[in-house]
């Protein structure tokens, strides 16, 4: 996962993640505060949190899809 600035598309940070394709099924991800991010991994049911320099904050998983 790459991040870009959305006025220069400026190379922020990158995070490599071993997500599984699907493309029956899209990858979710919402900005948090202070430049952080949300990745909702649906194959492998979990939660993943990036800080804001692309580095995991924590994984959390979950048994019942939301």
């Not at 899209?26 to 804001?52: F, G, M, P, Y």
Request: proline share 2%; net charge positive.
């Amino acid at each position: 996962m790459k991040l870009k600035s959305s006025i220069t598309f400026e190379h922020i940070w990158c995070f490599q993640l071993d997500l599984v394709y699907n493309k029956e099924k899209t990858l979710r991800c919402c900005s948090l505060t202070d430049n952080e991010w949300l990745i909702a991994d649906h194959e492998k049911c979990r939660l993943i949190h990036i800080s804001k320099d692309g580095n995991m904050k924590r994984m959390l998983t979950y048994n019942d899809i939301p």
